[in-house]
Each structure stands twice: as C-alpha cells, then as structure tokens.
C-alpha cells in the first residue's frame, strides 16, 4: 500500500511489518472567497493563525512535518517561516476586526 489512512495509521503503528518511508505531498485550506464569512482578510488571517500547523504530524499519525510554502523542505526552492505564524493571541485580534459581522 502507499497512501494509508491517518486512521489506519493509528490503527497499525505498533506492527512490525509496517515500513514508513518519506515522501512528498501537498495538502492544503482553501476558501472560496466571494461570501461571507471567508470573503474578509481578517476572518481568513484569523482562522491561519489559530492553527498550529506543527501539530499534523501527531494529529495525522504519519510524521508529517508542516510547510510553510508549496515547497517542502528539503528540497530546493523551500521556505521557512513564508505565511502566517500560529498565534492565538493575533487570532482572537484579527477575529474581533470582521467587516461583517
């Protein structure tokens, strides 16, 4: 199998035939922007900054490292510290600022 499940992971980390290797994906949030709520910067900026993106690989159960660009590291052209920190703090700031509520 290549793709296994974050559940299925969970399921089979303590087998001895279970092999992990390193390889590359892209996951990523996404908002269509045309309505609100997510038509306002703030709400978007809020919602990256309430998210600890060092936390996927224990969430997803592959070791996953989170990037800060579409590049991972340690590939050429990578990025670090591109985008928005996690900050709950700024997040509950940026949240108090929407335009429509």
């Not at 969430?59 to 800060?68: I, N, R």
């Not at 590049?71 to 700031?93: E, H, M, Q, W």
């Amino acid at each position: 199998m290549t793709d296994i499940s974050s559940y299925e992971l969970a399921r089979l980390k303590n087998r001895t035939d279970l092999k992990i290797f390193p390889y590359l994906k892209t996951g990523y949030l996404g908002f269509v922007t045309n309505k609100n709520p997510t038509a306002d910067i703030h709400f978007r900026r809020a919602i990256a900054m309430a998210i600890d993106k060092s936390k996927f690989g224990e969430l997803l159960h592959g070791g996953q490292q989170a990037a800060s660009s579409f590049v991972s590291p340690p590939l050429l052209g990578s990025k670090n510290f591109i985008g928005i920190p996690y900050d709950p703090t700024r997040a509950k700031a940026e949240f108090n600022c929407l335009n429509w509520m």
